[in-house]
């Protein structure tokens, strides 16, 4: 079981930047691909970025690329999303999830997520 609790959300002006944290609980931190995600009112959850085990490969969404980065602390059990240049469109609640071995092609097949935090960045 692993527990991941988010942190660093909160309202910011476009154009400005936040990084966001995610705390995993255990000693298996090391076992897990790392994602973000974010939902939006009244829209689908979305792909944000995501990290692999070791934190040497990275993958972004289009939407977000150059302007996010996602990086791991292993010793920390910690994952973070600096995001910059934000847009009134990262509007959303961003969710942090956890999968075994492997990065996941799709939402469902993560296996851990946390319970999210909230980002509005005002126009």
């Known amino acids: 079981q692993v527990q991941l609790v988010e942190s660093g959300g909160g309202l910011v002006q476009a154009g400005g930047s936040l990084r966001l944290a995610c705390a995993a609980s255990?000693?298996?931190?090391?076992?897990?691909?790392m994602g973000w995600f974010r939902q939006a009112p009244g829209k689908e959850r979305e792909f944000v970025a995501a990290?692999?085990?070791?934190?040497?490969?990275?993958y972004d969404a289009n939407s977000v690329s150059g302007r996010c980065t996602i990086s791991r602390d292993n010793a920390k059990n910690t994952v973070y999303l600096q995001m910059n240049s934000l847009k009134p469109e990262d509007t959303a609640v961003y969710y942090c999830?956890?999968?075994?071995?492997?990065?996941?092609?799709?939402?469902?097949?993560?296996?851990?997520w946390g319970q999210g935090t909230q980002v509005t960045v005002s126009s």
């Open positions: 990290i692999t085990r070791s934190g040497i490969s990275t």
């Open positions: 999830a956890a999968n075994y071995l492997i990065v996941a092609r799709s939402v469902d097949e993560w296996d851990y």
């Open positions: 255990g000693r298996t931190f090391r076992s897990y691909a």
